[in-house]
């Protein structure tokens, strides 16, 4: 009665909710360019890499061409501009993004598309659980942002990192540098805080844009999502690393609910 599968999709019948729930990526197996002589241990999550394309270029493009660039998601676009970037994305063109295009068309391309999701990048039916954290502290703050992590599903999870790993980046360039040769380089400025502020209302929305009072936050909603988004983007390789102890729990639970799962994972390691 064992079957033997090549991929997770076989197992369509038997998806197990529990992988669905514990997001398990790490982020070395996310790496396209990794090389495929060297034993690095595998996660147990054998889900996709699901990450909108059109997320994931614009990301690309601003951590190549942007990170220097002053101001950046801060100084105006065209929106002629924007608007017809946008709609190649909609007909599903490969749109390619090279030097040739403006960094803040782009970096307004990615707010844009944040914002106007259908639900929003960390669900609204989470969006009370996450402000809550922000009247924590130390462990207790980071330990409730994981679990709460583990429960996007898993588009939100891996594009919500591509994200955050994506941020951190832009915040690592926000001060002036010297190279080599001691000729300045220029900062972003814009900081963890900036980019927070910037996008904190785009990830975590409590009504859909346009609904009535969508734009009317508190100023104590604001500060903690502000908050919220800081603390994600500080410490999102840790928070979206799952612990050994958790993954032998994973294992555990699997080996009674989804065998087949279990000797799929066997078999990628």
């Known amino acids: 009665g064992a079957m033997s599968v090549d991929s997770i999709t076989d197992l369509s019948d038997n998806t197990s909710k529990l992988l669905e729930a514990l997001q398990l990526s790490h982020p070395h197996e996310l790496d396209p360019r990794r090389s495929r002589g ?25 951590e190549t061409h942007g990170l220097q660039t002053v101001g950046i998601f801060r100084v105006g676009s065209s929106k ?71 429960l996007l599903p898993p588009c939100h999870s891996d594009t919500l990192f591509r994200l955050l790993r994506f941020l951190a980046e832009v915040a690592r360039h926000a001060e002036s540098s010297w190279d080599p040769e001691g000729h300045e380089i220029p900062g972003n400025k814009m900081t963890v805080s900036n980019l927070a502020t910037v996008f904190g209302p785009n990830i975590l929305q409590k009504e859909k844009p346009g609904e009535k009072d969508a734009s009317a936050l ?40 989804d065998p087949d799962v279990i000797e799929y994972l066997l078999r990628r390691k």
């Open 218 to 257: 508190n100023f104590e909603d604001s500060a903690a999502i502000i908050l919220v988004l800081q603390r994600l983007i500080e410490h999102h390789h840790s928070l979206f690393t799952v612990s050994p102890e958790m993954q032998c729990d994973v294992l555990r639970r699997l080996f009674q609910t």
């Open 38 to 62: 060297k034993k690095k241990p595998l996660s147990l999550n054998p889900i996709t890499w699901q990450v909108p394309r059109i997320v994931d270029r614009c990301c690309t493009h601003l």
């Open 80 to 150: 002629k501009r924007v608007q017809q970037l946008r709609e190649e994305f909609d007909r599903g063109l490969d749109v390619f993004l090279d030097e040739h295009q403006s960094v803040h068309d782009v970096a307004a391309l990615l707010k844009e598309f944040l914002r106007d999701m259908p639900d929003s990048l960390i669900p609204r039916e989470l969006y009370g659980a996450f402000l809550s954290t922000a009247t924590m502290e130390g462990p207790a703050q980071l330990d409730t942002l994981q679990l709460l992590l583990f």
